[in-house]
């Protein structure tokens, strides 16, 4: 088990989090509400000039985690292939502006197309892309999604094909990101996260929480401590490896997002103190 | 490639995937479709001399394939342990009587407590439930569920799983249900499916589809044909083990449900054909 969470240095909130909250709004509540990071998803930053984000995010005092996200990369055309990795490198670029240390890949998945041809398409793309994220400084995280998104969000759905990828690929520019909402069933978890890290693959890690019944594949996601996820146990694991790094909430709720979203926020800080 | 399916000698519908119809009415009218084998769900016995239904099976010339459903066997008190054994042993007793080969277990999760505890649970016990299989000449199929059931159905979600927890229970009264809808992400299911053929213990094979968008977590499976799944291969993996059992169409569907039931099965037998 983790030791105890008794402030919010390493907290960091996603702005998918509070998802009626603009990127600016977001940031000033964040900051007011003492949350240290934050990781930006790019429809926040549409029309938006980035280096006025990152000077904004600068002069408010939050890090920026990460860039959500890129990935989507398996197609059945090879035109679309192309086109999924310009927009990966437009988010490395993005991520750049913004002072992101990577972005998050959602790696994608074609229904009807063979998972193992979409876990090919993967590897290459993403291979395709570590020369512009080497040149930009950026790096880009795996995150191994729930099986239940393996029609057509990702075909990587466990921590073991996430490290096996990360370690065919072999760059520095290379890692995974770690979330509990889709691996914590896994039964091989603790000693996945184990591999990742001494591999030097574990590059975030994010939290929240497994509703039961969850009502909704995608937005009915549980603030931490309302669900049966071993959110502790998983933290000790990540942190035996040595892992610093944030702790990233990023819930997607229909329920939440209908409320008033200060509240939400406060019952984040409370739920990430008592129950993470 | 599994080699195509040109008749209805292997076609085996659960109950359930008629649910509006009750036993005598599914009975009859899969036995005058020419479907060969009937699965039939405990809901529908209820009330019913079980003896009466099995001759009226036999009358119909439809095969029993197995009863659904046992399992649920962890609890946070030992009392409601043995409560949910003593309910196996029922559904081992109604399986005889009914003249089916197995009764499929669904393992069952408590959420919250650990998944290693509940499968340590689960595995004690289908233990206490084997003299009784065995001297009922009844099996237990362990069906490992899709990992969006960890929270409170089932804490065995892979087939890697249920191959472990089969061979460390090593007794002929126990075996493995295989059901495409919770499996066909598992990049190992080629792999687990041959060990599970080679210790003899593949016991079932269910068949649907996995819809996209999935709408529901419980009652939304696809019909074969209309998802992503790889069936016709995965159906390869398991006759190649030498299994020559029924293929079960097993669909749980708000939509289907709504639909004229005639109508429906006859959309199953052409998807049979075609799809399976």
């Known amino acids: 088990m983790a030791q105890a969470l008794t402030d919010f240095s390493r907290l960091c909130v996603h702005t998918i989090t509070t998802k009626p909250w603009p990127l600016e709004k977001a940031a000033k509540e964040f900051s007011a509400a003492g949350v240290s990071g934050i990781t930006v ?3 926040t930053l549409a029309g938006k000039n980035i280096n006025h984000a990152r000077q904004m995010l ?3 005092n939050l890090e920026v985690v990460s860039l959500c996200r890129g990935g989507f990369l398996p197609a059945l055309e090879p035109a679309k292939r192309q086109a999924a990795i310009d927009d990966n490198l437009k988010a ?4 750049a502006a913004l002072g992101a240390p990577h972005v998050v890949l959602v790696c994608g998945a074609v229904p009807g197309q063979p998972l193992t041809e979409s876990r090919k398409q993967i590897q290459e793309g993403i291979a395709a892309c570590l020369d512009h994220a080497a040149a930009a400084g950026v790096k880009l995280a795996i995150e191994p999604l729930h099986p239940m998104y393996a029609d057509d969000r990702s075909a990587v759905n466990t921590l073991a094909q996430a490290n096996d990828m990360a370690e065919a690929l072999n760059s520095p520019w290379v890692g995974i990101a770690v979330d509990v909402y889709h691996l914590w069933w896994d039964p091989d978890l603790e000693n996945q996260i184990k591999r990742c890290g001494q591999n030097g693959n ?3 890690f994010h ?3 497994w509703n039961t019944p969850t009502t909704d594949l995608l937005n009915d996601r549980g603030l931490m401590g309302e669900g049966c996820i071993n959110l502790k146990e998983i933290r000790g694991w990540v942190e035996a490896t040595g892992f610093t790094g944030y702790n990233e909430v990023e819930i997607f709720s229909h329920k939440f997002w209908a409320q008033d979203q200060h509240e939400f926020l406060n019952k984040i800080k409370e739920a990430y103190i008592k129950y993470s």
Chains 1, 2 share one sequence.
């Open 58 to 60: 600068l002069d408010l």
């Open 92 to 95: 490395i670029d993005e991520a």
């Open 41 to 43: 998803w790019r429809d």
């Open 207 to 209: 939290i929240c929480d």
């Open 202 to 204: 574990l590059m975030a």
